[in-house]
């Protein structure tokens, strides 16, 4: 079956330490999105692309760093810099040349920085 | 920059209606509704495009006011399983940046 997967579900890490969560789909979509959720937040957007080795920072980049090497994979950093870590991420995914078409989410990673 | 959501929360009744408005500052193509479940993934309701197209829910509509930059999603006799948290998202164009709101909690009791 088609979809986009997370991974993990859940991920523990020490102030100070960088961590890599993870996005890959094989839905054959150009378009791939990281959103950080927040309590009362909505999602923000931190990173998205449209094609392979191209990508543009969002609303709230700072402190994230992404790589969009295969189509299939978009692999979100989250770096020492980032002062406010733990929260609950989101990757999507939408094909690239239609706007009109929806966008099909992972089942997120909360990360929890202690 | 994210669209404006209202109402911020909501509690119906099984069986009565709600409109959940949603606006932007900025020009939009098209607007996307989603709805997510308590540590759920968000998932896809309804598109609407400038022109006037849509796509969706056939149990849920929405209108788009492309001149005003709104859009109102609209819920008619609400069931239990209505009940999440609803999101607008928003593309203002050619670069495909899709940005959500801060969503409407909607309750639905018995």
Known sequence: DGGITQSPKYLFRKEGQNVTLSCEQNLNHDAMYWYRQDPGQGLRLIYYSQIV?????????????????????FPL?????????????????????????????????????? | QQPVQSPQA?????????????????????????????????????????????KGHDKISASFNEKKQQSSLYLTASQLSYSGTYFCGTEGGSNYKLTFGKGTLLTVNP
């Open chain 1, 53 to 73: 080795n191209d990508f543009q920072k969002g609303d709230i980049a700072e402190g994230y760093s992404v790589s969009r090497e295969k189509k299939e994979s």
């Open chain 2, 10 to 54: 909501v509690i119906l009744r099984e069986g009565e209606d709600a409109v959940i408005n949603c606006s932007s500052s900025k020009a939009l193509y098209s607007v996307h509704w989603y709805r997510q479940k308590h540590g759920e993934a968000p998932v896809f309701l309804m598109i609407l495009l400038k022109g006037g197209e849509q």
């Open chain 1, 77 to 114: 950093t989250v770096t020492s810099a980032q002062k406010n870590p733990t929260a609950f991420y989101l990757c999507a995914s939408s094909i690239f040349h239609e706007l009109n078409t929806e966008a099909f989410f992972g089942q997120g990673t909360r990360l929890t920085v202690v």
